[in-house]
């Protein structure tokens, strides 16, 4: 018997639990709901026009970008790109830019984070809420359709891409549009704010506080940080995921095998933006405690906690420089 969690989005929803303390500036806040997730907005300013102007040009880049990558959306840019006929295919700036980066992290994990894995999401069935445990034949026959390795990007902007492998930036596009919200709130003047896209964070500011969920205790928090300037992103196994046979099946894939990573509950990530945050979460995920952590430390302003399937906490060296005190 499959038991399915409570339905979410494709997008993970992370429940960072955020709060603020200021005495001086009044703290605005707006939520919609983009990409199948809430997106939060926290500004502090004094001139509330201005702020809510702010938030609205934010909500508007994300609702441009929902419509660009979204795979649930027919004749789209990512319907086109998953559904040519041709290997071929000349695409727009920003999803060349969205390709390159993907390319960057897919080396940086060494194959863990992939976003070619189109194939096994739809295998899985997690975006159309019944995810199931498919046949080996089944997992075996996908994975022959799944890759990076099978993707080749020549510039300018031109990508090649066998017409049976299928792309998707769910795992990479949350944070990229809390990093590009966070850019038009600077661009309006903005300089102290929060944006929360699905549970993927960007802040600016000395007085945001995050909190790291416990993936087993609901209530339970395993701390808090304050990421000044740093984009933070979490992935779990706790809110996408389904049992079968008393044993639970995440919605983070291991491209390599087809089946879903199992030895990781949380991986929480602090990097400079949070497209890198977001990708990088979910590939030290796939990676595992000792892979992932050994890479944590290898890069460059990235620092991050890891909880294994056991419950053991591993903490990167730098992350106590973000914990509250």
């Not at 983009?34 to 609205?56: L, P």
């Not at 441009?64 to 290997?87: A, H, K, Q, V």
């Not at 060349?96 to 897919?106: A, G, I, Q, T, V």
Request: proline share 3%; charged share 25%.
């Amino acid at each position: 018997m499959i038991q399915v969690s409570k339905k979410y989005s494709f997008l993970l929803l992370l429940f960072f639990a955020v709060s603020c303390k200021s005495n001086e500036v009044e703290t605005i806040k707006r939520t919609t709901i983009v990409m199948g997730s809430t997106i939060e907005i926290q500004v502090r300013e004094d001139d509330e026009v201005h702020a809510n102007k702010a938030i609205s040009a934010a909500f508007a880049e994300s609702k441009r970008l929902d419509t660009l990558f979204s795979t649930y959306l027919i004749n789209n840019n990512m319907w086109r790109i998953n559904n040519n006929n041709e290997e071929r295919l000349v695409v727009d700036n920003e999803t060349y830019l969205m390709l390159k980066k993907s390319d960057e992290l897919w080396k940086q994990t060494d194959g863990a984070f992939d976003v070619a894995i189109g194939k096994i999401i739809d295998l899985v069935g997690f975006e159309k809420n019944s995810p199931r445990l498919p046949l080996s034949q089944e997992v075996i026959k996908a994975v022959e359709n799944v890759g990076w390795k099978k993707i080749r990007l020549t510039d300018p902007n031109v990508l090649f891409k066998p017409k049976n492998v299928k792309i998707s930036f769910n795992a990479i596009v949350p944070g990229y549009a809390a990093d590009k919200c966070s850019q038009i709130l600077e661009k309006n003047g903005i300089k102290n704010y929060l944006v929360n896209v699905g549970g993927e964070i960007f802040a600016k500011g000395k007085d945001w506080k995050i909190g790291i969920q416990h993936p087993r205790k609901q209530n339970e928090l395993l701390g808090a940080i304050v990421a000044n300037g740093f984009g933070v992103s979490t992935s779990g196994d706790y809110q996408q995921y389904f049992k079968k046979d008393g044993k639970r099946f995440t919605h983070i894939f291991n491209p390599v095998t087809g089946y879903p990573a199992n030895q990781c509950e949380a991986v929480t990530i602090i990097a400079k933006d949070a497209l890198t945050a977001d990708a990088l979460s979910t590939g030290i995920f796939v990676l595992g405690p000792i892979k992932g952590m050994n890479l944590i430390e290898k890069l460059k302003d990235v620092e991050g906690i890891i909880i294994d399937t056991t419950g053991t906490i591993h903490e990167s060296s730098g992350f106590k420089n973000f914990l509250v005190r």
